[in-house]
């Protein structure tokens, strides 16, 4: 046993070079006795020993990984249980798959919602991504065939089934208000050749995204008003007006709501179902009472000309909503009498006053050329000809009210052409019409702040689908899909991803972060995870794994959303 241990650095003369040995003494017997003596060597033996051991102690190269949208994203597909509920309905994984259907389709919904690509780039997109560490799926089971092959093992019936299911769970685990509700449409342009006779979804119509050469694909949602989740799906030719489809969503919601409260042993309550002028037809109000659903809508003003002449003074505000301003009557809509209220909103007004800024602008830019090549004097067009020209740049019905024209001459070289925007008639159209709606509902019972609440709840759905239209994340776009069949499963998986993002931004707003989904998104992605990769001694190179420096809207970001569970271990 040693008393006492010292450890030193001894010089040693040795052919007049100094060398160095690392001595340890100790007392033995209370004597003073040398334990060990290490050989160290030349002072550039022992620099060149520090160098060597510093570089060993630096990684060789980096590697920055997707981390927190990938995470928050996939702990959203884990608390729905997608790929369980899948699997159900599809059946087990086959015994030369890589994954079940289920995990194919999640993580297909899971790349629409943060980083919207196609299948055959998929498996190069995934190992740019810490996801292969915490899901345990590797890249090389990923190959786009893959997706195919369970994209076909799901029928039509089968992703009805799966989005039931997938909506009684989110009813369930979030506890959703499913009482009011929204519908709308909309429609998504597509690359599908003309000649492809194997996508009728697929046709020619009214594009919302202009693109009239396209054929393009209808998609309606009903989402709940609490959160903007979408409960129900239609996908529909492209060339079917909005309005026709809007019965089939309301049978689908019906359906939907007696098996949900009869699996809980309820009556079913009352469903109030909220829609916008685009969906408005005596037949849906009757289909709608026919199911008894109640309403809340809207009619284009026109329907009620005599309310738009009340002054302003006829309206009193609307507690909640600042500066917004109702009347209510009842008047004869869809073939009876109902309840009617007219609101102005002061933003919506000032909103329609810069359009019509825009549209006229634009319009005498036209009025100005075509006024600049008569007074050349060179024309051979006729009256008629310059006055239908005139019409056609006039066609905007606020502009014909607001923009007078004068075309003077007899002759086409005498033609002259002047304009100008009648303030009177542009004061008169802003007070009649501009930042005016008509609401229509069979809810008499609701006081007047609900009823403006309940429809303004409809532009959840409008944001769905402009969240949808959205390149960079919960996209419908790129589809990379020719048949009925894949249509319908890619539309499936861009919903399932639409529903996980705003369970997502419900979720992080009721822990008191209100963000949009494209800012919630942006702010998990900058959560990524660094690959530090040492030098070998023979083997495995030596990995470390960690987190970059994170905000503090981040570090409650991985809060809200548990990303420890997902984190590397350092």
């Not at 075309?407 to 070289?413: C, V």
């Not at 949009?516 to 990524?528: F, K, N, P, T």
Request: proline share 5%; with cysteine; glycine share 6%.
């Amino acid at each position: 046993m040693y008393d006492l241990k010292v450890v030193s650095l001894y010089p040693k003369k040795i052919g007049g070079r100094t060398y160095y040995y690392l001595r340890e003494m100790a007392r033995v017997d209370g004597k003073p006795t040398m334990v060990s003596e290490r050989y160290l060597g030349s002072v550039d033996d022992i620099a060149a020993a520090v160098a060597a051991r510093d570089a060993a102690s630096l990684p060789e190269r980096t590697r920055h990984l997707a981390f927190g949208d990938v995470a928050a994203a996939w702990g959203m597909v884990e608390r729905l249980d997608v790929v369980g509920l899948v699997d159900e309905v599809a059946g087990p994984r086959r015994s030369d798959a890589g994954a079940s259907v289920g995990t194919y389709l999640a993580l297909a919904a899971l790349n629409r919602l943060v980083a919207p690509r196609s299948k055959a780039a998929f498996a190069q997109w995934w190992a740019t991504t810490a996801a292969d560490r915490f899901t345990k799926i590797p890249a090389r089971v990923l190959d786009h065939r893959r997706f195919w092959d369970a994209m076909h093992l799901v029928s039509e019936a089968d992703l009805l089934a799966i989005e039931r299911r997938l909506a009684d769970r989110m009813i369930d685990v979030f506890g959703l208000d499913v009482s009011a509700v929204a519908l709308d449409m909309t429609n998504f342009a597509t690359y599908i050749d003309t000649g492809n006779d194997r996508a009728p979804l697929a046709q020619r119509g009214k594009a919302k995204q202009k693109r009239c050469d396209l054929r393009i694909v209808g998609l309606g949602l009903v989402v709940t008003r609490d959160g903007g989740i979408p409960l129900v799906s239609h996908a529909y030719p492209g060339n079917r007006p909005d309005v026709t489809q809007s019965t089939a969503l309301i049978d689908e919601l019906v359906r939907r709501h007696a098996a949900l409260t009869a699996a809980r042993g309820r009556q079913p309550g009352e469903v109030t179902v909220v829609f916008d002028a685009g969906q408005n037809s005596t037949a849906n109000v009757a289909h709608l009472a026919s199911r008894w659903l109640r309403f809340v809508g809207s009619i284009p003003p026109s329907g009620c000309a005599d309310l738009l002449v009340l002054p302003a003074s006829a309206r009193t505000p609307v507690a909640g909503f600042d500066g917004l301003t109702a009347f209510e009557a009842r008047r004869g809509v869809h073939g009876t009498e109902r309840r009617v209220i007219l609101t102005h909103s002061p933003t919506l007004h000032a909103g329609q006053a810069r359009g019509l800024d825009q549209t006229i602008t634009k319009a005498g830019r036209r009025l100005d050329e075509l006024a600049a090549t008569l007074a050349r004097g060179r024309t051979r067009r006729g009256r008629d000809q310059v006055q239908a020209e005139i019409a056609n740049i006039c066609a905007d019905p606020w502009v014909r009210r607001t923009v007078t024209t004068t075309l003077t001459g007899d002759s086409p070289a005498e033609h002259r052409l002047t304009w100008a925007v009648d303030p009177a008639a542009r004061a008169a159209l802003e007070d009649e019409i501009f930042g005016k709606r008509v609401l229509v509902t069979d809810r008499d019972d609701w006081p007047v702040v609900d009823v403006v609440a309940a429809y303004r709840s409809q532009s959840d759905a409008e944001f769905a689908f402009r969240q949808l239209k959205d390149p960079h994340v919960v996209s419908f776009s790129p589809m990379h899909h020719w048949t009925d069949h894949t249509i319908r499963v890619h539309t499936f998986t861009c919903v399932l991803a639409l529903q996980a993002a705003h369970l997502m931004r419900r979720h992080a707003a009721q822990a008191g972060l209100e963000l949009s989904v494209r800012v919630l998104l942006d702010e998990l992605a900058g959560i990524q995870e660094t690959v530090m990769i040492y030098p070998s001694s023979g083997g495995r190179p030596k990995v470390r794994r960690m987190l970059t420096q994170t905000t503090p809207t981040q570090d409650r970001l991985a809060e809200i959303f548990g990303l420890a569970r997902w984190a590397p271990r350092i």
